[in-house]
Structures are given as structure tokens and as C-alpha cells.
């Protein structure tokens, strides 16, 4: 029996079941003398890869503690020429790929590999990250952060923008244009106007929505990189970054306390970034990414904005699984913070979004409850400042998107702020922060006021407000706005246009404060009396049996337009002297974006009410506002513009489309319509409704068409 025995139950080398029990006794037997991060931390089984398998299966960051070095071992010698045809068409497939991902016409010389090479250590060797995975800031949104002008036209589903945003009121001009050819019939390829064969007007106004040409996004233009969220920036930069924020950013926003904050950052510098919270840490990096984006009073360049895009994406990596669990008030803060970075870029979504989860977050933690007795006192003050910066978000954000506030006024109850600092600095700027909080709890109720009274609270069910409860409300709401404005303290007061800010010592934090709460002020004066300009558009409604209202309008209408100038022109100075004192010191006001925002949206106010000097029943009335003082207030908001670009999307997109609204409306000023004053009843009789409704219309399109723009 012995001898009927197969000789031997193993397969011969070099036989294929040779190879597979060779590889199966090796994977067996494989160890490795150091494992991941990842599974070191959840003591689980490494198989020393680059990335291990059971991080690419949890797809999971794969990060080794000590440089890699992988023994290669010949078992068969007589197979050497195959194995190196192996490991040369693997190198061949790397160096594919690296070139792939590094993209096709980026050559680095041997300085920047350097530099490159310096980058990878300091940030812990993030791999780069593949084509198809996307970062949170990788979305096109049709409006930039700050709700200032729109960027394209058409995501999937297009977002609404009510009436007290920039997108509706310029909007809302277009359309005073389009009653012409439905109304009157009126013969547009009678004058000379060149239009593109298939572009209707429409077309165009859509098309103006779309990005500059040759402008791309940061994350179009730079190379992507996976995101490491535990890494950490270099000791150096992170305290300066840190100095920053608690004495600029927490001076206007004064709700982050900065004893405990910098207890837990002592902790992370001790214990190592997986020993503190991942909320806490998230809140670090957004509190990076801010100070790196207020570091000047211009826009940041492309290489500043990549860094606070990566110290954002790293917070957002680090609580992506935690923003619709159990919320807590680290999140709530943390949800605030975001907000107010992605003012300053092109994400309008992900800006409304955070800020719904702040809302609810407040709701669901009953931040809005005042009489917490059962707290420390520092405990007390930072959930009433927490609720209340949740309510100025939800103002502004109202505002500029054209949403309705999610917070209604009724759940607000001032309260003034203890005084209890939150960051370290002299008493006398603390006094001044929580002053300036106060004033912009109270302002921004004003505000809420306006949206509820002028704008239907954005809601978009009322087609317009009645002309006399139009004028009688503006009315009041000035009264309100005069009466904070004389409460405010000596440290505080508004700043005016004759103020120069090149003589005085800019980095006192006093001195930023004032100019941002005199912008804030003047925003909220416009945001008041803008509707004014749309009563004074809206000529549809100018029909014969209302004479009587529009010679009314006439008068009382002109008073608040000569104020709305007024206001814009002091807007557009202050902003030029940011600009000027900017040259003397680089961090006088540092969220540049205010006065991105501000200068776009004074200029388009002054657009109206050139549109308004055009009207010939109007402009006697107007006598006191000339258009020569229009264009140089738009001048003004081009040199302010041109000053804060340094690359900045949102910057180029407003200066572009107010190159081409001047372009247009110049165009018009220097050209003739002899069609119009043949259909009107002569040159020495004035226009009757009709007919100045028709010419209104005709100067919107043919400045449109002839110069290739649309009004948005």
C-alpha cells in the first residue's frame, strides 16, 4: 500500500499550484515592523502597504510614522529578468500616473521640486488626491460668498435670490426694458442695433452670469491633494496665525474665549493632534484659514488662498461625519466660523447651508434661553454671544442671499454683553469689541426691519409695496437708523468721507472697528432707501389716473435719492481710504470682502440713479445730482475695485461687470435716438408716461446690444 502512495502531495517548483501555496504560505507569514496610524489606533492588522488594505477598503488615511523601505526578496533567481521587467513596468505605471495627476503642461525645475519636496514634509506627506474625488470648496455656485455678484450662470437647480439682493435688483432693471416690445409694439430693427444671429436679449442677460473669460476657480487651476486632517501647520506659523485671529477677527466677533481655546492648543502641542477633539481641532484650522485670508486689506493672492482652502478642507474632513449627529456648542461655533470664511470665496451654498445647521443647532441647544443660572458666568456669556452672532449671520446673510431669515424677530431679545474679555488685550479694546458687538446686535435688527417692512421678508408674495407705505416706512427706518447712530459711543462714531485713515495708528483695534461698523452703517442706509429707486423704475405703473402719485413721488422721492447718493459716495470714499491707510499698515481692516461687497453694491445703486437722470419728467427734479458726479462715484468704486484685486474671483467679477454696466451706459450718453423723438410728440413738449416708459426701455436695450453686455 505504501508503494501505491503518490510520491509526493506537493507540486513541483516552478508548477503554477507551486506559485499560489508559495504566495499563500508567504501572505501568512508576512509581518511588518511598523504599522499604520490608522490601525495602530484601532488595533487592527497592517499589511505594511502603501496604502494598507484595510484603510483603502475604509477609505481611510494611510500614514506611517517612520520612512518607508521594503525588502525585496528574489525567491527564484532564475526568474531576475522577468522580475525586473516587473518592477521597471511599475515604475513606468507611477511615473504615469504622478504625471496624470501633476496635470499635462506643469514642469517643476529643480528649485520649486524643492520647494515642493519642503511642502510635502511640513504638511506630514499628504498624498495627492485623485481626479475624481471632490473638496468642499470644489462646488461652481452661481453667486460668490458675499451674495455680491453672480458667477455663472445655471447649476442644476437654480437658487432663488429675493428682492434685497444684488442678483434682484439688477434683475429688476433688465426688466424695466422688457414691456418695450410686448406693450408697444415697438419696432426695435428700425435703429441700427447689431444683435448675434439667434441671441435674443434674454441670452445675453444669461450669458453675463457666466465666469470672466480666462478666470477658472482655485480648485481648477491647483493641483487637488487628499486632505490629511490630522496634520498640523509649523509650530511658527500656527502661533502667528493665532495672534491674528484673537486680536482681529475675535475683536469684531468677540465669542471665542481664548483662556480655554489656547488651554486645548497647549495640550495639542504636548499630546499630539489625536488627544484633543476633532470639533476642536476643526475649529483650529477654520480659525487658520480666516486668519490667512485677513492677513491684508486686498484679496489674497493665489498661493494664500490655496493655504486657508487647505486649513478649511482639513476642518471640514475632520467633522464631515459629525455635522448631522449630536450637536454641541463647539459646533454651533465651529458652523459660524466656516460661515464667515466662505464669505470671502465663491460658495454661496455651502455658506447658506452651514449657516442652517448654526440655526439649529442654537434652537436645539436653547442658546436662545437667557437665564441659565446654573452656569459659570463665562459659560453664560458665551452661549448669549453665540446666539447672537448666529442672529447677525442670519441678518446679513438675509440680506445678501435674499432669503428669508430663519431667526424671526420676535425670538430676539437684546441683552447687553458683560463685560467679561474674551481675548487678551488692553482693557480699553475690549471695551471698544463689545461696544462695537452691541452696536451690530443693534443695527442688524434695523436691518431685520427693513427686510420684514421693504422686502416682504424676501418671500417673494408681494409684488411690490404701495408707493406711500413705501416712502412712509423708509421714513421711519431712517428715523431708527439716526436715533442707533446717535446712541453710539465717542470710539464709535461713524466715520465720513473727509476722514483719512493714512494718519492714524492702524493697528489699534479701535480704529479697524470703527471702519467696519461706518461700512455696516452706510450698507444698511442703502439697503434702506434703495427701494426708492424701484419706485421710481417701475414705470409700468406710471398709467395717467396716477399723475398725481408720480408728481408726489417727484418731490418727496427726490429728497431720498439725493440722501441714497449721499450715502454712496461716503460708502465709496471710505472704502478708498481703507485702501490708502492699507499702504501704511497691510492689516487695517482685513475682511477685505466688506468692502468688495459694499463698493459693488453702492455702485449699482448709483447705476439706478443714473438710469432715473435719463428719465426726462425726472430729471428736473434731480437738478442737484449731475451725471458728471455719478460717473466719478463710479470711477471711485472702479479704482477701489482695481485696489483690492490680487486675484481674487469675486473682485475680478464686479469690477468686470461694472467695466461693461459704464461701457453701456456711456455708449447711450454719447448716442441719439432720433426713432424715440419722432414717436414722442416733439422735442418742445415733454414725454407723456407712454412714451418716456418706451425710451427708458430703448436706452436699456440698445446699451445692452450694442456694447455686447446684460444688465446681471
Not at 65 to 89: F, Y
Not at 125 to 136: I, L, N, V, Y
Not at 328 to 348: N, R
Request: overall charge neutral.
Amino acid at each position: 500500500m505504501a508503494d501505491q502512495r503518490p510520491q509526493s502531495s506537493t507540486p513541483s517548483v516552478g508548477d503554477p499550484g507551486h506559485i499560489r501555496l508559495t504566495k499563500t504560505q508567504n501572505r501568512k507569514r508576512q509581518r511588518v515592523s511598523v504599522a499604520c496610524r490608522s490601525c495602530r489606533v484601532r488595533k487592527s492588522r497592517c499589511d505594511g502597504a502603501r496604502p494598507c488594505s484595510t484603510c483603502e477598503d475604509m477609505d481611510t488615511e494611510c500614514r506611517y510614522e517612520q520612512p518607508h523601505s521594503q525588502p525585496v526578496a528574489i525567491t527564484n533567481p532564475g526568474s531576475s529578468e522577468r522580475q525586473e521587467d516587473d518592477l521597471l513596468e511599475q515604475r513606468l505605471q507611477a511615473i504615469e500616473k504622478r504625471l496624470r495627476l501633476s496635470g499635462p503642461d506643469k514642469q517643476l525645475d529643480s528649485s520649486e521640486m524643492n520647494a515642493t519636496t519642503s511642502s510635502t514634509v511640513q504638511e506630514n506627506h499628504e498624498p495627492r488626491r485623485s481626479p475624481g474625488m471632490k473638496g468642499p470648496l470644489d462646488q461652481d455656485d452661481e453667486v460668490d460668498g458675499m451674495g455680491a455678484v453672480a458667477l455663472k450662470d445655471g447649476a442644476d437647480e437654480e437658487e432663488y435670490f429675493g428682492a434685497s439682493s444684488n442678483v434682484a435688483f439688477l434683475r429688476f432693471i433688465h426688466a424695466v426694458g422688457d414691456p418695450v416690445n410686448s406693450v408697444d409694439n415697438l419696432p426695435l430693427s428700425s435703429i441700427d442695433v447689431s444683435t448675434e444671429v439667434g441671441q435674443s436679449n434674454d441670452d445675453r442677460f444669461d450669458a453675463f452670469l457666466r465666469r470672466p473669460s480666462g478666470v477658472s476657480s482655485l480648485t481648477e487651476s491647483q493641483g487637488r491633494v487628499r486632505v490629511d486632517p490630522f496634520a498640523l501647520a509649523p509650530q511658527t506659523e500656527a502661533d502667528a496665525l493665532l495672534h491674528l485671529f484673537f486680536t482681529t477677527v475675535n475683536l469684531m466677533i468677540p465669542c471665542i474665549y481664548e483662556a480655554s481655546f489656547r488651554d486645548t492648543y497647549r495640550k495639542l502641542q504636548i499630546d499630539g493632534a489625536l488627544c484633543v477633539r476633532r470639533s476642536w481641532l476643526a475649529t483650529l484650522n477654520v480659525v487658520f484659514a480666516l486668519a490667512t485670508n485677513v492677513m491684508t486689506a486686498t484679496s489674497p493672492n493665489i498661493e494664500r488662498a490655496a493655504r486657508a482652502s487647505m486649513y478649511f478642507e482639513r476642518a471640514m474632513e475632520l467633522v464631515k461625519s459629525d455635522i448631522l449627529g449630536r450637536l454641541s456648542l463647539e459646533m454651533v461655533q465651529l458652523f459660524l466660523l466656516m460661515e464667515a470664511y466662505l464669505e470671502g470665496t465663491t460658495s454661496s451654498s455651502l455658506a447658506w447651508t452651514l449657516h442652517g445647521l448654526a440655526v439649529k443647532g442654537a434652537y436645539q441647544l436653547g442658546l436662545h434661553v437667557m437665564d441659565s443660572k446654573s452656569l459659570s458666568q463665562t459659560d453664560r456669556e458665551v452661549r448669549r454671544r453665540s446666539w447672537y452672532w448666529c442672529v447677525m449671520n442670519d441678518r446679513f446673510l438675509s440680506v445678501t442671499y435674499g432669503r428669508p431669515p430663519l431667526i424671526p424677530l420676535s425670538h430676539v431679545r437684546f441683552e447687553a454683553s458683560a463685560y467679561l474679555p474674551f481675548s487678551n488685550v488692553s482693557s480699553a479694546v475690549t471695551v471698544s469689541s463689545l461696544a462695537y458687538f452691541d452696536a451690530m446686535i443693534s443695527i442688524t435688527h434695523i436691518m431685520g426691519e427693513a427686510l420684514e417692512r421693504l422686502y416682504d421678508s424676501n418671500l417673494g408674495l408681494r409684488t411690490r409695496l404701495p408707493m406711500g407705505e413705501s416712502l412712509h416706512q423708509i421714513s421711519k427706518l431712517r428715523w431708527n437708523l439716526a436715533q442707533w447712530q446717535d446712541n453710539l459711543p465717542s470710539c464709535l462714531q461713524i466715520t465720513t468721507s473727509q476722514d483719512t485713515l493714512d494718519d492714524v495708528p492702524l493697528t489699534v483695534g479701535t480704529t479697524r472697528l470703527r471702519v467696519l461698523l461706518s461700512l455696516r452703517f452706510l450698507g444698511a442706509r442703502i439697503l434702506i432707501l434703495r427701494p426708492v429707486l424701484s419706485q421710481f423704475l417701475d414705470l409700468p405703473g406710471m398709467t395717467a389716473s396716477s399723475e398725481h402719485q408720480s408728481e408726489w413721488l417727484r418731490d418727496s422721492g427726490a429728497i431720498l435719492l439725493v440722501d441714497l447718493v449721499r450715502t454712496c459716495g461716503d460708502l465709496l470714499q471710505t472704502s478708498k481710504n481703507i485702501l490708502a491707510g492699507s499702504r501704511n499698515d497691510q492689516n487695517l481692516l482685513g475682511a477685505w470682502w466688506f468692502s468688495c461687497y459694499y463698493t459693488f453694491n453702492s455702485s449699482l445703486a448709483v447705476l439706478g440713479v443714473l438710469l432715473i437722470k435719463r428719465i426726462p419728467s425726472y430729471s428736473e427734479k434731480l437738478s442737484t445730482i449731475s451725471v458728471s458726479e455719478l460717473r466719478g462715484l463710479l470711477e471711485t468704486a472702479m479704482e477701489v475695485l482695481r485696489g483690492l484685486n490680487k486675484g481674487s474671483e469675486t473682485v475680478m467679477r464686479c469690477r468686470d461687470t461694472l467695466t461693461r454696466l459704464i461701457t453701456a451706459f456711456d455708449f447711450d450718453g454719447n448716442n441719439a435716438h432720433p426713432f424715440i423723438d419722432h414717436h414722442t410728440h416733439g422735442t418742445d413738449k415733454p414725454m407723456c408716461s407712454k412714451c418716456t416708459r418706451i425710451r427708458t426701455g430703448i436706452i436699456l436695450t440698445i446699451s445692452i446690444q450694442r456694447v455686447g453686455v446684460a444688465i446681471c
